[in-house]
């Protein structure tokens, strides 16, 4: 699964990774929100996310991040809609699928 994944994104990240290179560079601050299961780590992330000056890490990042940032308006919609049909829940976090739902790093 990690090879097909590899052989189809690996295009992708390519024309990412020129298209980012060409980007300029962004002096950014980083805060890393740490904290043991089930302690508000994640209501905390999405408290911070929804100030419009603050990002957070989504779920959809997370889980792509070879073409998350140039090809997300793509990719998300698919997934989303392969998460509608097979109607995929998020039991871990007790909410709703949400592919821009904050998501860990781990």
């Known amino acids: ?3 097909f ?3 189809i994104l690996e295009p992708l990240r ?3 990774a020129i298209v980012m290179a060409l980007l300029p560079e962004k002096e ?22 929804a100030n419009k000056n603050h990002r957070t890490l989504t779920i959809f990042q997370s889980i792509l ?12 919609p698919l ?6 049909i097979f109607r ?3 039991n871990y976090h007790y909410h709703p ?7 860990e790093d781990d």
């Open 88 to 90: 995929i829940h998020n």
């Open 5 to 7: 994944k590899l052989i």
């Open 65 to 76: 991040p070879e073409v998350s940032l140039c090809f997300g308006w793509l990719f998300r």
């Open 97 to 103: 699928f949400d592919w821009n739902y904050p998501g």
């Open 28 to 49: 950014v601050e980083t805060i890393f929100v740490l904290g043991y299961f089930r302690s508000g780590t994640t209501y905390l992330q999405e408290l911070m996310a």
């Open 79 to 84: 997934l989303s809609f392969v998460t509608s």
């Open 1 to 3: 699964m990690w090879t």
């Open 14 to 16: 390519l024309v990412e």
